[in-house]
């Protein structure tokens, strides 16, 4: 089962900034947040990661809560491009056997 | 864009068949990977190998095996398909074994009647 909890949808309007929620309270202290995106009919993309501080790439931010119980990925300017199924998911010590669970459904409203 | 190049994208074949499915990356990566996601998209890690070495061999049935000319290139064969086996099979590379970057490809839809 997943360790992570997050909405099953959120909408968003084009050139917004969203903010995707993710609850990992059972979260170890050696496992990263990973967050990759998926759409239909392609395998998952990379987004991002951390482990306890905040990150940001070309792609997002990630705001991590200071007790890594919560993060919270936060795209910025979306397009329609970023609709895609958002999949938080911890990972430990390389990639073995990850759930990716439900995700968030992003739907980006032009 | 993509870098990691799946073939075909779907396959429906009758139990007790043999399959094969292709692989390539273009990214000049070490280390390759096949997962199984399953229809609660749990990926569940089959192999990997890194510079044609497996590294990683889950508990998976006998009937699978990696095939690998080279690093850019890994393959899976399953000898005789079960009905269990049916799922989408997503191939992945990373630039290092212990890289936490994946690029996955499109993945193949195995259905078995």
């Known amino acids: 089962d997943a360790k992570t909890t997050q909405p099953d949808s959120m909408e968003s309007t084009e050139g917004e900034t969203v903010h995707l929620p993710c609850s990992h309270a059972t979260i170890s202290g050696n496992e990263y947040i990973y967050w990759y995106r998926q759409v239909p009919l392609q395998g998952p993309e990379y987004v991002t990661h951390g482990l306890q501080q905040n990150t940001t790439n070309s792609m997002a931010f990630l705001a991590i809560a200071s007790d890594r119980k919560s993060s919270t990925l936060i795209l910025t300017h979306v397009s329609l491009r970023d609709a895609a199924v958002y999949h938080c998911i911890l990972i430990e010590g390389g990639y073995q056997n990850f759930y990716f669970g439900k995700g968030t459904s992003l739907t980006v409203i032009p | 864009e993509t870098a990691v190049f799946q073939t075909p994208n779907y396959h429906v074949t009758q139990v007790g068949n043999e399959v094969s499915f292709n692989c390539k990356q273009t990214?000049?990566?070490?280390?390759m990977y096949w997962y199984k996601q399953d229809s609660k998209k749990l990926l569940k890690i089959m192999f990997s190998?890194?510079?044609?070495?497996?590294?990683v061999n889950e508990t998976v049935p006998r009937r699978f095996s990696p095939q690998s000319s080279d690093k850019a290139h890994l393959n899976l064969r399953i000898k005789s398909v079960e009905p269990e086996d049916s799922a989408v099979y997503l191939c992945?590379?990373?630039?290092?074994?212990?890289?936490?970057?994946?690029?996955f490809g499109h993945g193949t839809k195995l259905s078995v009647l």
């Open positions: 990214l000049g990566h070490d280390t």
């Open positions: 190998y890194n510079n044609k070495q497996l590294i």
């Open positions: 992945a590379s990373s630039l290092q074994v212990s890289n936490e970057r994946l690029f």
